[in-house]
Structures are given as C-alpha cells and as structure tokens.
C-alpha cells in the first residue's frame, strides 16, 4: 500500500526519503569516526546535532542571501 | 523537595531506567531523528508561520478555525515539506529504535515474560479479551504492529516514547506534573489510571498519594507487562489488569480518581462517550475525574495543524475530540463541575484563565478536562 505523499510530484517525496536517509547514515559514520578517533564514543552534543541538522535542512526554509535579481525581459 | 522538583534536579542520561541498552551508532540516529524533530517544530513552523502571515497581509483573509484556515495553509510552500517531515521523522524514529530492540530481541523478550520476584504490585492478563477492531486495525503513532501484537513492540514503544517529547520528558516530568497540578489534592482511597501503557502516567500517582491503591487498566498485554516489571523495579505498588476502559468490569462506585492521560484522543466518539460514562460508574459520589489529551487552541494555524497530524500520525479518531466539545461530553454522561484548561506540559500545568501559552515552535495543544461525580 503506497504510503501518504505531500508534494504534488510523488517523486519529490521519495528523493527526500532518501536524502534523509543518506543524512541520517553521514550523521552515525560521524559520530562513529569521532568515536573511532577516541572521542566520548558518544553522539556528540544536542547543540553539534542541532548545526548538523541545520546545515542540511536550511535549503528547505531560508532566504537567499544574495537574491537573484529582477532582469526586464528584453 | 517535590517529586516533580526531584525530577527537574535530577541529571539523568535520556534512556537512564530504559531495559533495553542503545549502542553508539542507535544512539545517533535516534539523535539525528530528535535532531530533525526539534528543526521542523522550530524553524520549518517558524518559516511556515511566517508564509501563513504573509499570505494572509496579502489576501486579507481572515480564517476564524482550522477548518477555515486549510485551504490557505494547504497553499503554502512550505506545507508540503512540513507535512513531510512530520511523517517522515516518526517513521525513521520508530525505525532506529526497532533495531535496537531487534539487537536485543531475546533478552528482552526473556526479561519481560520472567516472573517477578516477591511483587509488591501484581498484573492480571486477560488472554481471552476480544481488542476492538479500531485498535487492532490501526498502527497508532505510526508504530508497525502497534504496540499490542508482539512483546518486542512494549520496548519499541517505550524508547519511542522517551524520543518523541523533544528530549523534554525525560523521567516523565510530564506526567509527574499532571499528577501534581492536574488533580486536584484529596484524601483518595482508590486511583484508576485508564489506558495506563506501560505505567509513566500510572507510577507518578503512587508517589503524589502514597496511602491509595493504585490501578492501572490497558488492553495490550506487552506494555502492561512492562509496566508490572518496571513498576516493581522502581518499588510502585500498582495492580496492572488488562482491560477496556470503556467496559472495566470493576464494581460501581469503587474508585474515588479516575484519569486518563493521552488517551482519548484515540477513541472513536461511541468509544469515547461509553468510556467517560464508565469512569462516571465507577466514581464514589463527589469522586473526581481528570484526563490530560489535546483540544484546539483557537489559532487557526495551529489548530488546522492539528487536524492534519492525525491523518499524518496515524490517529484516526483525533480529529473527532478536537471538533467536538469534551466538556459538554462530560457534562451529558452526568460528570458536574466540568473544566476544560489548557496545560503548559513545560512545568506551568494548567492555566486556569484558559489561554494558551505563547510560544514560537510547534507543540502539542495539551489540555486538562476536570470533573467531579
């Protein structure tokens, strides 16, 4: 049974299903390596977690910095 | 010191007192999960509340409900995405913490079917109990199996549990403060706890009136079978039966607290309805209810928000206690000084001029229904 989609193009629902997927996967290796590297082994902070999960996410929700601008049609 | 201000002083690890151990590499993703969560309930509401306001500047729409306010909110660019990642993260939270349980599976499995020894509590299972049909044929919460169909499902339910409040229920601080602020103080002799899972709303009731006898009522026996065992490791006198809420079978007037502590949320309205007219059975004269479950807010944002997490949720019945009017529910079955507050869950507790508190993120719109037989 397909499962809820929100996007008006299914596809998008699934690339995001797996891009969370692929962030997911980069945030345990991270907090594998820094285990690795002799680190507490542990997650890492709430607040390192939060600027991780930031940095992937804000393409969903900022205001670019340096906006296109408006071009006259010719 | 308070329990609660115990709760609040004490420094525990996120999954201290939890039966099943979550190695590093769960640890993160659970964490990334939390991480996603906190984002949406931030930033993405934040960003959407923001497209909301301006859509409505622009259109000089003025929605009064949720219902009012849907097609707005449903035109929006960032609902799609809000929605989204609503569903999404549940599913990859109940996915990390599966695989914990699943390292562990025989262990746990072991330890929960284990007699307990010398008990000062005691459970009562009821192999021949029918589960209704709209709690077999749904996975509330989105958790697969639910959290009846097999044992494993107590412990997935329960880390899931620690992980969907944020971080902010750790110890159950939640319920504690329910417990606390919601009821109001009384010489109780006998307390029910309806829809107990497995025992954090049920646990904090023993500490706050330590002389009464305290019952707990669930239909899945796994859960109650995890809340017998971590009842009795925590030294909490509770009888743990499994039951219907809205057919317990104990005798009229045998109870002075009824509760139910998110829970009704999930029944559907003739469920609901024979439900609260059991706990009105089951009251001595002057005997007092009190449930802790969702109402609408009054922001059309928010509220239509609400409506839409139970389709994104998997709470198929939700959506009928946020439209209809639960104290005048109340108030039919026979219940008398009825209130409906809301409840700052963040350590306000209930707000008796009936505002809701003003916050910036996405919560959950808790409230206290009260009333006395």
């Not at chain 2, 072991?110 to 005691?122: F, K």
């Not at chain 2, 417990?179 to 899972?197: F, K, S």
């Not at chain 2, 000084?337 to 707000?351: H, K, M, S, Y």
């Amino acid at each position: 049974m397909p499962d809820l989609t929100f996007f008006r193009d299914p596809a998008v629902d699934r690339v995001l299903g797996v891009v969370m997927e692929l962030a997911e996967e980069v945030y345990a290796l991270r907090a594998r390596v820094g285990a690795l590297e002799g680190g507490a082994g542990d997650a890492g902070t709430a607040t390192a977690r939060d600027a991780f999960v930031a940095r992937v996410l804000v393409p969903l929700t900022y205001e670019a910095e340096s906006p296109a601008p408006e071009f006259e049609a010719p | 010191m308070s329990a609660l201000a115990a709760a609040r002083a004490s420094d525990a690890h996120p999954f201290a007192g939890l039966e099943v151990t979550v190695p590093s590499e769960t640890r993160a993703r659970i964490d990334f999960t939390l991480g996603l969560r906190q984002h949406w309930a931030n930033t993405v509401f934040a960003a959407l509340r923001a497209q909301y306001e301006a859509r409505l500047a622009e259109t000089g729409a003025r929605p009064r409900t949720g219902e009012e306010a849907g097609p707005i909110v449903e035109g929006l660019p960032l609902y799609s995405t809000f929605a989204w990642l609503e569903r999404n993260e549940q599913k990859m939270k109940w996915r990390a913490v599966t695989v914990a349980c699943e390292a562990e599976r025989a262990r746990l499995e072991a330890a929960l079917n284990a007699p307990v020894p010398s008990p000062i509590g005691s459970l009562e299972l009821d192999p021949a109990l029918r589960l209704p049909d709209y709690y077999r044929n749904t996975e509330f919460h989105i958790q697969p199996g639910g959290v009846w169909s097999a044992d494993l499902n107590a412990f997935v339910y329960e880390l899931g549990a620690k992980v969907i409040f944020l971080g902010k229920n750790d110890d159950y601080l939640f319920h504690r403060l329910f417990t606390e602020q919601g009821v109001p103080a009384g010489d109780y002799r006998d307390i029910l706890d309806l829809g107990c899972g497995f025992g954090k709303s049920t646990r904090p009731f023993v500490d706050r009136f330590p002389g009464a006898r305290v019952v707990g009522i669930d239909l899945s026996a796994p859960v109650l079978k995890l809340a017998h065992r971590q009842a009795e490791k925590l030294g909490k006198r509770i009888a743990f039966h499994q039951r219907a809420a809205e057919d317990t079978r104990f005798p009229d007037a045998s109870f002075d607290l009824v509760t139910a502590t998110m829970v009704i949320h999930e029944l559907p309205m003739p469920v609901l309805r024979r439900t609260l007219t059991e706990a009105y059975r089951l009251l001595r004269p002057g005997g007092r209810l009190a449930i802790l479950d969702y109402h609408r807010t009054g922001d059309p944002l928010r509220d239509f928000l609400m409506l839409g997490h139970a389709r994104r949720n998997n709470e198929p019945y939700m959506a009928h206690i946020l439209r209809i009017d639960p104290a005048a529910l109340t108030r039919e079955v026979g219940f008398t000084d009825v209130a409906l507050l809301p409840f700052d869950e963040r350590g306000g507790g209930p707000r008796e001029d009936g505002s809701w508190p003003a916050r910036a993120d996405w919560h959950f719109p808790w409230s206290l229904l009260r009333g006395r037989k």
